[in-house]
């Protein structure tokens, strides 16, 4: 008894405001077109009917042409042809009478056909709006599920389940971010703390010792500074471009590697480079600082007496960066892993082997300039890191 109840009131409301629900705008529309095919049988039976009676009375008085004799009755302006014209219009009026009662009799049911279909219609929807409800920031693990055919309503649903599915993985993102970004940030401050507690609690502290606390203390604040100026970088590169500017990828690499020479000098290891002119559309500060972290990464995770080859040239109306190393040796399984803010080869300590932060600012970097990155294990160890930039007409 509740769900007929429930359908009359949701009826009731409807009619009083039927364009404001889209089972009241489907009700008026299936109505409409119930009630205009209905208006337009009627018509079309009408002047069918109107048709074949003037055809009777015809035949029953012929027009008698000049010369002839005159029709039993009267002829055809007698007496019989107004009485069979007169029952005619009588009829047609009776017909027209009652086809009309049929006809809002049937506007009516239209409506209510109307209502029911569009309620069945609209059933999954109702489904999909209460699962919808449901789910909240804390309870993105729930899924619409939505069954039945292939139709556009379970595409709908599918579709609204993909894009939980991101914002799932996006939320978890988050939080393992802030959660790693406060360990990195909390570890050089607990550090700097406890020298500075240890060398004040020291009644034999002389002046060497205070010195190099202090200078311990500077070296952690600047490793600080460093993590938090990236941390600054990759939200500016998640938020895209504010700026374009002409930037040729091969000078601005070539002014990377001119820095990076001593290290390598200093480390024994070979650079190979062949950079040819590739003009692109972006922010130049951005791409020094991908072309930097992709170079210091290649130097950093290396193997002593290794190798660092760096290409930069145009594809197929493409700029292309890649950078290949002779590092140790990385499962293909952790590639992904190594994107991600924060996730290292082993566990060293911040500012050991970096910060975690180089790989997952170039991803950054590369998706704000509309960019593809690539990256894979080598077979003997190391990664080539392949940026492609498109470059624009």
């Known amino acids: 008894m509740k769900r007929p109840r429930a359908e009359l009131v949701a009826l009731a409301a409807t009619l009083r405001h039927p364009r404001s629900t889209v089972r009241g705008r489907l009700m008026l529309l299936i109505g409409a077109v119930l009630f205009a095919s209905g208006a337009l049988l009627l018509a079309v039976t009408y002047a069918q009917v109107a048709h074949t009676g003037s055809v009777k009375v015809v035949e029953a008085f012929p027009v008698q042409t000049p010369g002839s004799g005159p029709t039993p009755g009267g002829g055809p302006s007698g007496p019989g042809t107004s009485v069979v014209e007169r029952q005619h219009r009588v009829d047609l009026n009776a017909q027209l009478a009652a086809s009309g009662v049929a006809l809002?009799?049937?506007?009516?049911?239209?409506?209510?056909?109307?209502?029911?279909?569009?309620?069945?219609?609209?059933?999954?929807?109702?489904?999909?709006?209460?699962?919808?409800r449901q789910i909240s920031a804390e309870r993105l693990d729930r899924r619409l599920a939505v069954e039945g055919p292939g139709d556009e309503l379970k595409e709908l649903g599918d579709t609204i389940d993909g894009l939980l599915g991101r914002l799932q993985d996006s939320f978890d993102a988050q939080r393992r971010f802030v959660a790693n970004a406060s360990h990195e940030l909390r570890t050089p401050l607990t550090v700097s703390r406890a020298l500075l507690e240890m060398v004040i609690a020291d009644p034999d502290a002389t002046v060497g010792s205070f010195r190099a606390t202090c200078k311990h203390v500077l070296e952690e604040g600047s490793q600080q500074e460093q993590l938090i100026d990236s941390l600054l970088l990759l939200a500016r590169s998640q938020r895209g471009l504010e700026r374009r500017e002409p930037v040729d990828l091969a000078l601005v690499t070539a002014d990377v590697l001119q820095e990076h020479e001593a290290e390598a000098a200093g480390r024994g290891l070979g650079l190979e480079r062949s950079l040819q002119s590739a003009p692109l559309s972006g922010d130049g500060h951005l791409i020094e600082r991908l072309v930097s972290n992709l170079v210091g990464n290649a130097f950093r995770h290396n193997v002593p007496h290794g190798r660092v080859r760096v290409v930069v040239g145009r594809e197929n109306d493409h700029a292309t960066l890649a950078v290949t190393n002779t590092g140790p040796l990385v499962p293909p399984k952790d590639v992904e892993r190594l994107l991600q803010p924060f996730q290292r080869m082993s566990q060293e300590r911040i500012g050991e082997r970096g910060l975690g932060l180089g790989l997952s600012i170039v991803q950054a970097i590369a998706r704000a300039h509309d960019a593809t990155l690539a990256v894979r294990a080598q077979a003997d160890g190391g990664l080539e890191v392949e940026v492609t930039f498109p470059i624009p007409a």
């Open 104 to 132: 809002s009799l049937m506007a009516g049911l239209a409506l209510v056909l109307g209502w029911l279909v569009a309620g069945l219609v609209l059933r999954p929807l109702r489904t999909v709006t209460a699962a919808a």
